[in-house]
């Protein structure tokens, strides 16, 4: 059981935009700790996407961007592609746990 | 280039224990925060535990306090997870990984991950 709830699997058509959600609560988001997304292809190991909850690293398009509010944040993909589909978590931190992660979001492209 | 390769994995008995090790390269890896994050098969990351630094601090998720415990050693630039009384719950692929800096946290390194399998 993930402290980060992530829905299970999200699609999209290629070109369209997709969203995907990640919910803490008052000892992680809630107060007031960046949230951080990833990416992950089957059989490697997972890429720094997003951090501090809107920030691209090097080398990530800009049709990745990230948002928070109150105690939930979002990934939005827009012009979604085929070389997207991955699974996605999110990730922050809390207060008594340490490192919290989701349970990742599987995306299909249609 | 900057690079973390885990070795150490493999196929143990429950209940027995398990070293793994994590080598760093590409950068001064006594400057940096690191830690162990599982995936069970199929599963969701998992974050284990954290070492400052130095060595001064660790944190322990509860999944794994009192049975795992991670070192380093910034002369030789490895990280360690000492693994006792292993379950088969506790199979997985062990990735280790760099905080990007002291406040924040997250990971902008990762290694290719090695996997431990506990089965009699």
């Known amino acids: 059981q993930s402290v980060l709830t992530q829905s299970p699997s999200v699609s999209g058509a290629p070109g369209q935009r997709v969203t995907m959600s990640c919910t803490g609560g008052s000892s992680d988001i809630g107060a007031g700790y960046d949230v951080h997304w990833y990416q992950q292809f089957p059989g490697t190991a997972p890429k720094l996407l997003i951090s501090g909850d809107n920030y691209r690293p090097s080398g990530v398009p800009d049709r990745f961007s990230g948002s928070k509010s109150g105690t939930s944040a979002s990934l939005a993909i827009t012009g979604l592609q085929a070389e997207d589909e991955a699974d996605y978590y999110c990730q922050s931190y809390d207060s008594r746990l340490g490192v919290v992660f989701g349970g990742g979001t599987k995306l299909t492209v249609l | 280039q900057e690079q973390l390769v885990e070795s150490g994995g493999g196929v143990v008995q429950p209940g027995r224990s398990l070293r793994l090790s994590c080598a760093a390269s590409g950068f001064t890896f006594s400057r940096y925060t690191m830690h162990w994050v599982r995936q069970a098969p199929g599963k969701g990351l998992d974050w284990l535990a954290f070492?400052?630094?130095?060595?001064?601090?660790?944190y322990y998720a509860d999944s794994v306090k009192g049975r795992f415990t991670i070192s380093r050693d910034n002369f030789k630039n490895t990280l360690d997870l000492q693994m006792n009384i292993l379950r088969a719950e506790d199979t997985a692929f062990y990735y280790c990984?760099?905080?990007?800096?002291?406040?924040?946290?997250?990971?902008?390194?990762w290694g290719r991950g090695t996997l431990v399998t506990v089965s009699s």
């Open positions: 990984a760099r905080q990007f800096s002291t406040y924040n946290w997250y990971f902008d390194l």
């Open positions: 070492i400052s630094y130095d060595g001064s601090n660790q």
